[in-house]
C-alpha cells in the first residue's frame, strides 16, 4: 500500500478535497419488499450486442482471441495473492452489471467480478480516468453522498487499501497490482439502487464504495468501474447481507447470447434435481472462492490431481471473470491426452495461437463426457464447456495448463446456475439452460 501512496501527490489531494464539497444527508429510501426475499439482475457480456463496448466489426473469433489475452492478464494478478499482498484488482472479468449510485440515481456499469471486493466507479472531478461511454458520477450532485472520514470503523476496516489523506480529513483507497491497472480514489458511501428484474428497484442506503479519481489499465471504456462480488467484507455480496444472507447465484449465457443471470438472497438458491454441493475454502485473502479439485474423468478414464504443485483443499479458484480453465500441467497433460486418444480428427495449431489442442472442423464433433470432480460435486459437462470455436475451421480444448494457480474460468460455467453461500461455505451447481429465463 505504501507504494501506490507515493502516487497521490498531496498537492492533488488538497485539490480534491476543496472540489468535493459535503451535501447533507437525506433519509434513505425505503427497501422495498423485495429486498427482503431476493432480486434478479442481468449480466451483459462485453462483447454482446447490449454492451457498450462491443464492436460490430470484430468476428466471433477476434472477440474471443480479445478475452483470451484479458484471461492472462487476469491471472498475473490472481498470481499477486502469492505474495503477502492483499490489494489485487481484477479488471479483465467479461460480465458488466448495471447499477446506479447516488441522488438522484446516476446510472453505472460495472465489471462483475467474483475475484475483487470493492466496488468503485469512476469520479468527477477526475485527474486520471480512462474514456467511458456513460457519464462520469459527480459526487457533488448527489444529495446522499459522503466522504468516509479517516478514523470511521468503514476506513479502518480494510487496512490493505485505505489510507488518509494528508489533511486527515478523509480516507482513500487504493488497489492495484504492477500491471498498470489501478483505483484510486474517496472511500465513500452513497445510496445503491439496484434494478431488478420484473422493474423492481432496490436501494440501499450507505453503501461503502470507492469513487475513483485516478484509474487506468485494461478497461475498454463500456464500463465505468468494478462491483465487487468476492468474499470479503467489503464485496456487494456481504454489504447487503440483509438481503443476500450470504447468497448470490449467476447463470451465465455464451458470450453472443443474450443475458445473463446474477440473482441475491432467496432468489440465489440452487435446488431441485441435480445439484451438487462442494465446500468453500477458506483461505487468506477471502476475496477468493477456493474450491477443491480432485480430478477429471475424460469418458470412464478418471485423472486425478497430482499433490505436485498446487495441492490440497483450495487447490483451484472458482473465477467469472476468467475465459479459460487453467489446470496444473499434469492433469491437463492427461486430459489433453486422454482426449488426443479418442477423437481421430485432422488437428491443427491454434490460429488464434492461444490453445495447444485444436482439430480441424467447421462443426461439431462428438467427444467422451468430460466430468470435473470437485470434492463431493460431479460435473458433467456439456460439449461447450468443454471445446471452442477458435476460427471457422478451428474447435480447441479450452484449457491452458498453468504452472502454479488453478482457476475454473467462465467458459466450463456456462449454462450452469452456480450457487454462492457464504455462511454455509459451498458452491452448489445445477446443469441449466442459462438463456432462457
Ligand atoms: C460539481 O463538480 C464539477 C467538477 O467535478 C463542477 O464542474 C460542477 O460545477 C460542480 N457542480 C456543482 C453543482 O457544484
Ligand atoms: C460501515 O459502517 C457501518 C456502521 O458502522 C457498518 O454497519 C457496515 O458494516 C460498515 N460497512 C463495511 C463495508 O464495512
Ligand atoms: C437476443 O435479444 C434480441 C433482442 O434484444 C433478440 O432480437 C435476439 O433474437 C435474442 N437472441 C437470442 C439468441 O435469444
Ligand atoms: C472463414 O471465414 C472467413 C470470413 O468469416 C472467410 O473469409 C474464410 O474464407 C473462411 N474460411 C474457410 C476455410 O472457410
Given at each position: 500500500m505504501s507504494k501506490t501512496m507515493i502516487l497521490l501527490k498531496p498537492t492533488l489531494i488538497t485539490y480534491i478535497a476543496l472540489t468535493i464539497s459535503l451535501v447533507s444527508m437525506s433519509k434513505s429510501d425505503p427497501l422495498t419488499e423485495e429486498s427482503t426475499t431476493g432480486l434478479t439482475i442481468d449480466l451483459i457480456h462485453?462483447?454482446?450486442?447490449?454492451?457498450?463496448?462491443?464492436?460490430?466489426?470484430?468476428t466471433p473469433a477476434q472477440r474471443l482471441a480479445n478475452a483470451l489475452r484479458r484471461s492472462f492478464n487476469r491471472l498475473q494478478r490472481f498470481k499477486?495473492?502469492?505474495?503477502?499482498?492483499?490489494?489485487?484488482?481484477?479488471?479483465?472479468?467479461?460480465y458488466l452489471m448495471k447499477y446506479s449510485i447516488g441522488t438522484p440515481a446516476v446510472p453505472s456499469l460495472g465489471i462483475?467480478?467474483?475475484?475483487?471486493?470493492i466496488t468503485w466507479t469512476q469520479c468527477q472531478p477526475c485527474l486520471k480516468c480512462f474514456k467511458q461511454e456513460l457519464p462520469l458520477f459527480q459526487p457533488?450532485?448527489?444529495?446522499?453522498y459522503r466522504k468516509i472520514p479517516c478514523n470511521a470503523a468503514n476506513c479502518t476496516s480494510f487496512p490493505e487499501i485505505t489510507f488518509c489523506s494528508v489533511r486527515r480529513k478523509k480516507c482513500l483507497y487504493t488497489e492495484g497490482y504492477g500491471d498498470g491497472s489501478f483505483t484510486q480514489g474517496v472511500l465513500s458511501t452513497d445510496t445503491l439502487t439496484l434494478a431488478s428484474t420484473g422493474r423492481k428497484r432496490v436501494s440501499v442506503p450507505n453503501f461503502v464504495f470507492g469513487c475513483g479519481f485516478r484509474n487506468g489499465g485494461?478497461?475498454?471504456?463500456?464500463?465505468?468501474g468494478i462491483v465487487g462480488l468476492g468474499g470479503g467484507k467489503a464485496s456487494l455480496v456481504r454489504q447487503l447481507g440483509f438481503l443476500t444472507r450470504g447468497k448470490f447465484s449467476y447463470c451465465l449465457v455464451s458470450v453472443s447470447d443474450n443475458t445473463s443471470k446474477l440473482n441475491f438472497g432467496a432468489n440465489a438458491e440452487v435446488l431441485g434435481r441435480g445439484v451438487v454441493s462442494t465446500p468453500m475454502v477458506m483461505k487468506s485473502p477471502e476475496t477468493f472462492y477456493r474450491l477443491t479439485l480432485e480430478g477429471i474423468s475424460v469418458g470412464n478414464q478418471r485423472l486425478e490431481m497430482s499433490?505436485?504443485?498446487?495441492?490440497?483443499?483450495?487447490?483451484i479458484i472458482i473465477d467469472s471473470g476468467t475465459t479459460l480453465t487453467l489446470l496444473p500441467i499434469d492433469l491437463y497433460n492427461q486430459v489433453e491426452n486422454a482426449l488426443k486418444s479418442s477423437i481421430k480428427l485432422k488437428r491443427i495449431k491454434d490460429p488464434q495461437g492461444v490453445l495447444d489442442l485444436c482439430y480441424f472442423t467447421r462443426n461439431d464433433i462428438r467427444i467422451p463426457e468430460v466430468t470435473v470432480h470437485f470434492k463431493g460435486a460431479d460435473l458433467k459437462l456439456r460439449h461447450d464447456n468443454v471445446l471452442v470455436r477458435t476460427s471457422n475451421v478451428s474447435l480447441c480444448l479450452a484449457a491452458k495448463p498453468v504452472q502454479d494457480l488453478a482457476i475454473y474460468g467462465y467458459l466450463a460455467q456456462v449454462n450452469f446456475l452456480v450457487g454462492y453461500d457464504l455462511v454455509k461455505r459451498t458452491v452448489s451447481f445445477k446443469a441449466a439452460d442459462c438463456g432462457r429465463s
Open positions: 462485453r462483447d454482446s450486442p447490449q454492451s457498450p463496448s462491443y464492436d460490430p466489426l470484430l499477486a495473492d502469492r505474495l503477502p499482498q492483499p490489494d489485487i484488482i481484477n479488471s479483465g472479468g467479461e462483475a467480478d467474483t475475484g475483487s471486493d457533488n450532485t448527489s444529495s446522499t485494461t478497461f475498454t471504456g463500456g464500463e465505468s499433490d505436485s504443485g498446487v495441492s490440497g483443499e483450495g487447490n
